[in-house]
């Protein structure tokens, strides 16, 4: 299990409840972002610069992660594909994304975004203050407890190596 945090825009509050997540339960996390994000250092963590070039910062967070990590973003394009690899995903306010919310969200963000572009000012909330950073900080504490009781899985195909049986090919089905 691995912690990915999109850092660009992850408030220091967050970063630092992460920081200290890591190193307490000893579970490498990754902070990717675009520039240096000042005090991210740690026995378990990784500060990973990513390219400059748009969206440089998301892919690397996608490569990289696996079914059973647990990543930290307000990217909702970027939560999307993470869900879709079975990622457990939250904001930086505790929000978590699942398969089953995941397009609401989308279809929220895209509409508001929409609206942006036609000159309608949308409000946005600023504040990130003691509440909401309590908030992330339950949330992320019951997401890491409940993706360090599930049993890491192994790929496809493992477990029957391992018991020494190869791994049979799908059976074709014809119709007749």
Do not use: H
Request: with cysteine; aromatic share 6%.
């Amino acid at each position: 299990m691995k912690i990915l945090v999109d850092a660009d825009s992850c408030p220091a509050g967050a970063r630092r409840v992460i920081l200290k997540a890591a190193e307490k339960r000893r579970i490498k996390a990754v902070f990717a972002a675009n520039r240096p994000i000042p005090d991210i250092k740690g026995d378990f963590v990784v500060m990973a610069l990513c390219s400059p070039k748009s969206g440089a910062a998301d892919d690397y967070i996608v490569e990289l992660a696996e079914a059973g990590d647990l990543a930290i973003t307000r990217d909702v394009p970027l939560a999307l594909r993470l869900t879709e690899k079975t990622v457990a995903v939250i904001d930086d306010r505790g929000r978590v994304f699942t398969r089953d919310n995941i397009r609401s969200y989308l279809s929220i963000r895209n509409f508001q975004v929409d609206l942006a572009m036609n000159g309608v000012d949308i409000v946005r909330t600023a504040n990130y203050g003691k509440k909401e950073l309590k908030q992330f900080a339950d949330s992320f504490d019951k997401q890491l407890t409940k993706a360090a009781r599930q049993p890491a899985s192994p790929p496809a195909g493992l477990k029957a190596l391992r018991a020494g049986v190869p791994e049979a090919a799908p059976t074709p089905r014809f119709r007749v």
